[in-house]
């Protein structure tokens, strides 16, 4: 079975012997072609040596870029060229601060680092460039009054940095093979981890060896290859034996190997929690209360204030789509259907019409909601869907309408996405937490598959977003929507 980011996966079942290999051939030929040209090395070793300090190196070259790029924009807005030279010059300091920061040694510690989680180190970094920057320059070049210049460096360079680190890790994705992964465990846990690494390309791995079980004595013996063939050991049993995890990790790190664990008790931790260290004790605390009215009442004033900018800037989108609905299937132009907000009370969520007219009377003829095995459906290849309204669904424009929602306090700028009255009164009683919270115009519905999740994956990531509210994820998952719309995947 082929998966959808071109790897052919092979399903879980039983594996006889120690150690079975299941490399996709193109992979396997990728490696014979290496070592044939003298590429030597495990590929561990090969990705400890090369691929991740490829990685390094090109993060660098951004941030260097970057800095070079707000020299030049802060020196032009201000018509001073000798400050934008020496702006430039000091590029090796906020490269020494980027270190400090650890903007260099994070991609390699965890299986899915993402650019935008970056952002509270890239904007420190930039505030602590300008600073030691502005500092040397009183230095050097006596007293200045540059407030603009400060303002100006640390919002180009935030920006610039974010953008081109983002470019950076797309380019090695594009120039390194994917990450060799063992998974061991045959259970669900280990279906999951396949299902997340097919579903989330920007991990960079791919599945090539699967063992239902490992025992200590294996791990531990010289004589099994056991790692020769993998850069990653993912470990999904579920039951987890503390020796063979002691085992694991001393010869994950002897042979370079990178070892990560999925808790067998993954219902019994949840998403609402920490892990807090108290000298050699560790504690799981759980987040069990309520969120806070501040941030409440601070998440509603961005919902306003970032609704009505984005108002005037998608002004001419508005009216650009309005026109070319009109032309290509006539009116009406907007379309509202009734949804359903906190505690399940109705409100009418508006939208750019996609559908021919009388879309909502041919429904019953598609979807038969008492048929339903849950209280959820997506009709790839709708055929009430007009041509343009293909195109304002793939780039999401069919969206900007609810604006007009979050603005009148019926949804939220993020939050789960909205469901039909007539579906959510089939909701048991375990799905309404889904509407404890305002619906939103995007979501980590949105941002973790789109239409590709099932809905137990969606409520998944939506009980996680609830469960760990904070204007923080908000911010994250909005930036995270426009890679998802630049992508397309999933949106039907």
């Given at each position: 079975m082929s998966s959808e980011r071109g790897h052919v996966i092979v399903p879980f079942e039983h594996v006889d012997g120690p150690l079975a290999l299941g490399a996709p051939p193109a992979l396997r030929r990728t490696r014979q072609l290496r070592r044939?040209?003298?590429?030597?090395?495990?590929?561990?070793?090969?990705?400890?040596?090369?691929?991740?300090?490829?990685?390094?190196?090109l993060l660098l070259g951004a941030d260097a870029v970057a800095v070079l790029?707000?020299?030049?924009?802060?020196?032009?807005?201000?018509?001073?060229?000798?400050?934008?030279?020496w702006l430039a010059?000091?590029?090796?300091?906020?490269?020494?601060?980027?270190?400090?920061?650890?903007?260099?040694?994070?991609?390699?510690?965890?299986?899915?680092?993402?650019?935008?989680?970056?952002?509270?180190?890239?904007?420190?970094?930039?505030?602590?460039?300008?600073?030691?920057?502005?500092?040397?320059?009183?230095?050097?070049?006596?007293?200045?009054?540059?407030p603009l210049e400060l303002s100006l460096c640390w919002t180009t360079a935030t920006a610039a940095a974010l953008l081109l680190r983002a470019a950076a890790r797309l380019l090695w994705r594009r120039l390194t093979p994917p990450?060799?992964?063992?998974?061991?465990?045959?259970?669900?846990?280990?279906?999951?981890?396949?299902?997340?690494?097919?579903?989330?390309?920007?991990?960079?791995?791919?599945?090539?060896?699967?063992?239902?079980?490992?025992?200590?004595a294996t791990v531990r013996s010289e004589e099994e290859p056991l790692l020769a063939d993998v850069e990653h050991v993912i470990v999904a049993s579920e039951r987890l034996d503390a020796s063979l995890l002691a085992e694991l990790t001393v010869r994950c790190r002897r042979e370079h190997v990178k070892l990560s664990v999925v808790p067998p008790v993954r219902g019994m931790l949840g998403t609402?929690?920490?892990l807090t260290h108290?000298?050699?004790?560790?504690?799981?605390?759980?987040?069990?209360?309520?969120?806070?009215?501040?941030?409440?009442?601070?998440?509603?004033?961005?919902?306003?204030?970032?609704?009505?900018?984005?108002?005037?800037l998608f002004s001419p989108v508005f009216l650009a789509v309005a026109l070319a609905i009109v032309f290509a299937s006539g009116r009406p132009v907007l379309f509202a259907q009734t949804r359903a907000t906190v505690k399940g009370r109705p409100f009418r969520m508006l939208k750019f019409r996609t559908m021919v007219p009388g879309a909502e009377e041919a429904l019953a003829e598609l979807v038969r909601f008492d048929d339903l095995d849950e209280p959820a459906f997506k009709i790839e290849n709708d055929p009430r869907t007009t041509r343009i309204g293909k195109l304002l669904r793939r780039l999401?424009?069919?969206?900007?309408?609810?604006?007009?929602?979050?603005?009148?306090?019926?949804?939220?700028?993020?939050?789960?996405?909205?469901?039909?009255?007539?579906?959510?009164?089939?909701?048991?009683?375990?799905?309404?937490?889904?509407?404890?919270?305002?619906?939103?115009?995007?979501?980590?519905?949105?941002?973790?598959?789109?239409?590709?999740?099932?809905?137990?994956?969606?409520?998944?990531?939506?009980?996680?977003?609830?469960?760990?509210?904070?204007?923080?994820?908000?911010?994250?998952?909005?930036?995270?929507?426009?890679?998802?719309?630049?992508?397309?995947?999933?949106?039907?």
């Open positions: 044939a040209g003298g590429d030597a090395g495990t590929p561990a070793e090969r990705r400890t040596y090369r691929y991740d300090p490829l990685l390094r190196r790029a707000a020299s030049a924009i802060v020196g032009g807005l201000v018509g001073d060229g000798l400050l934008a030279v010059l000091l590029a090796p300091v906020w490269i020494v601060l980027a270190k400090l920061h650890g903007l260099y040694d994070a991609d390699h510690r965890s299986i899915r680092h993402l650019t935008v989680d970056e952002l509270p180190r890239i904007s420190v970094w930039a505030v602590t460039g300008t600073i030691a920057v502005y500092a040397l320059l009183l230095i050097v070049l006596g007293d200045r009054s540059v990450e060799s992964v063992l998974v061991v465990g045959d259970g669900v846990a280990a279906k999951d981890v396949q299902r997340k690494l097919d579903l989330f390309s920007d991990i960079h791995a791919v599945v090539v060896t699967r063992l239902p079980r490992l025992s200590a609402a929690m920490q108290v000298g050699d004790l560790t504690l799981v605390e759980y987040n069990t209360w309520d969120v806070s009215r501040s941030t409440r009442l601070l998440k509603r004033v961005v919902d306003v204030v970032l609704a009505t900018i984005a108002l005037v999401s424009l069919d969206e900007l309408p609810q604006l007009l929602n979050v603005l009148r306090g019926d949804m939220s700028l993020v939050g789960p996405r909205p469901e039909q009255v007539e579906l959510v009164e089939r909701y048991s009683q375990e799905q309404r937490f889904r509407l404890t919270v305002k619906p939103g115009l995007t979501g980590p519905m949105q941002v973790y598959g789109r239409g590709f999740l099932t809905f137990d994956e969606r409520l998944a990531v939506e009980r996680e977003y609830i469960a760990n509210l904070s204007l923080r994820r908000d911010l994250r998952i909005l930036l995270l929507t426009f890679a998802a719309i630049v992508s397309g995947r999933g949106a039907f």
